[in-house]
């Protein structure tokens, strides 16, 4: 799985990282958090996740991880344990990189190979490492750890701290924390506290302030008080809300449900739920076009959704918050009279309709990448303002400096265009820059509603979604298809991408794309069409050209699934 130093590894330098590191130290505490012999794990987008009992090594070995990466950054690293909308009994792991980001992709292959490595060869890995990305093993390490909700988070983040501290690492423990707001206290302490204050009060007072400084713009009535049902999917999302709800409640009234003090994490409930079911979650009864949202487990997912007048169920997923969000910030620029440049970027799941709004409509350009937050991320950073949000409801806005600079110039501004500049002031203090966050966005999403003056309703309608049907292919190997053009277009096998394009012509406001999983043999088929008929049609038709040219196992796929 990892290449290692060869058996012969006694020269010079790992003399020298041997006596810095305190090897000895490293291997009594590594007996102590033991990994099971056979088990293969690999760190992707969301970390390392699996059953919680098997991960206790794992932590202790992203503690060393992290304290190398801190000394080799000279910067805080952030560890935050959680599984997000796993199922309870699972957990996880993932390291955050110094502005807030996810670990860079050589070092999450440093992670696959460390926690991995059998305890004889813990030693020549770490030096493997220390070598490879020359860490200076004298530096100073500072790590902060946080954990979510789950019964076994604990005392995993307990086996972080003991790995961080076996190599000479200081530490801070926030506890309790959502995913995105440990992603925050890493990027406040990297910045000299210019983006924030790195404590919890710094967070609810920077986002609840920048809320009702908007909120205050808002022309509704008293009698039009704002209320909201947020579905916290019984995780760490209620905590940190009913922390923090004074501090905007003069804004916006949040009724949680699904809190944590019954039922279980993410079980019936959470924004993965709502989504893949296209149903409200357990525990909550919805009135007619009443405005809700979930948070998944960790709160950096959020969805909205509401049942119109005739009780029938209406979601408002990603591509929705990034429409009525880019198409709110876009009229912000003509109204200070800007031409900062702004981005919509999104995955080829993205629903055609609202690709075709933001285009046509509302003249935002769209781009797409490759599926994963760190894609989408990655390509936002482009622009002077760049939004991106996954279908899932992951997501956030970022900004560039230009961008602040242009604010500050805007003091000498006519008072409208200086009301439209202080509103973007505030919107991008509102957002949580450093990672995808389902508190700031609700707050972002309320905001703009609010401001714009726009029921749930009038938001849904911007567009009609196009009818659309993911389904999966067994296959022997997912190896076998590659893609290009952001995974749109199939590259092999040879013949696939044309068959595709002649069942696409079949249908009206049709397009189809495969794709191979990441962690599975199955190859994921994507289709959209006119009507529903049109969409589960093509579907079928293009994963059974999949199971023809990219050697299905298994059941042929069927009409009617």
């Not at 794309?513 to 589960?536: C, I, L, M, N």
Request: hydrophobic share 40%; proline share 3%; charged share 25%.
């Amino acid at each position: 799985i990892c290449p290692v130093a060869a058996q012969e590894w006694t020269v010079q330098v790992g003399q020298d990282l041997l006596v810095a590191m305190d090897l000895g130290a490293v291997t009594k505490y590594s007996a102590l958090h033991a990994k099971p012999s056979g088990l293969i794990l690999q760190y992707g987008t969301a970390g390392f996740r699996t059953k919680a009992e098997h991960l206790d090594h794992v932590m202790f070995r992203m503690g060393l991880l992290a304290a190398l990466r801190s000394k080799q950054t000279k910067s805080t690293i952030g560890v935050m344990v959680t599984a997000s909308h796993n199922p309870e009994e699972d957990n996880g792991v993932k390291l955050v990189d110094p502005l807030g980001e996810m670990l860079a992709p050589s070092w999450e292959e440093h992670a696959t190979c460390l926690a991995n490595a059998e305890e004889q060869d813990m030693q020549r890995v770490l030096i493997d490492i220390s070598e490879k990305e020359a860490v200076n093993l004298q530096q100073n390490a500072f790590v902060v750890v946080g954990r979510d909700t789950r019964p076994s988070s604990e005392k995993l983040s307990q086996s972080v701290i003991d790995g961080v501290t076996v190599l000479g690492g200081e530490f801070h423990d926030y506890g309790l924390l959502t995913t995105p707001q440990l992603h925050y206290m890493v990027y406040c302490r990297n910045t000299g506290s210019r983006y924030g204050k790195a404590t919890l009060e710094g967070y609810y007072q920077k986002l609840s302030k920048a809320f009702m400084e908007l909120i205050k713009q808002a022309s509704c009535s008293g009698d039009e008080y704002r209320s909201l049902k947020v579905d916290c999917a019984n995780g760490i999302g209620a905590l940190k809300l009913r922390e923090m709800e004074h501090y905007f409640s003069q804004g916006l009234s949040v009724q949680l449900f699904n809190d944590g003090s019954k039922g279980k994490l993410n079980h019936l409930c959470g924004a993965d739920f709502v989504k893949s079911h296209q149903k409200p979650p357990q525990g909550m009864e919805i009135k007619s076009n009443e405005r809700c949202c979930s948070f998944d487990g960790d709160a950096d997912r959020i969805v909205y959704y509401y049942h119109d007048a005739d009780g029938h169920f209406h979601l408002i997923d990603g591509d929705k918050i990034a429409t009525l969000i880019s198409s709110f910030l876009k009229e912000l620029l003509v109204e200070i009279g800007e031409s900062l440049n702004i981005g919509v970027v999104q995955t080829a799941y993205a629903n055609g309709s609202s690709t075709r709004y933001l285009e046509e409509v509302m003249k935002v350009p769209v781009y797409c990448t490759k599926t994963g937050v760190k894609h989408l991320h990655h390509k936002a950073q482009e622009f002077d303002i760049g939004v991106y949000f996954e279908a899932n409801g992951h997501g956030t806005a970022l900004f560039s400096t230009a961008v602040e600079m242009k604010i500050k110039q805007s003091e000498q501004l006519e008072e409208k265009k200086r009301k439209a500049a202080k509103m973007l002031e505030n919107i991008i203090d509102l957002f949580n820059q450093a990672a995808g966050d389902a508190i700031s966005d609700m707050l972002v999403i309320e905001a703009i509603l609010a401001l714009k003056g726009l029921t749930v309703q009038q938001w849904d309608a911007l567009y009609t979604d196009l009818p659309n049907r993911q389904l999966k292919v067994q296959v022997a190997d997912r190896r076998v298809i590659s893609t290009t053009n952001a995974e749109r277009q199939a590259v092999t096998p040879p013949g696939l991408q044309e068959t595709i394009n002649d069942l696409v012509k079949k249908y009206k406001l049709s397009r189809a794309f495969v794709r191979p999983s990441g962690t599975e043999d199955v190859v994921r088929v994507y289709a959209e069409a006119d009507s529903q008929e049109s969409a589960d049609h093509l579907a079928c038709e293009v994963s059974l050209a999949v199971f023809q040219l990219a050697g299905g196992i298994g059941e042929r796929p069927q009409p009617g699934f």
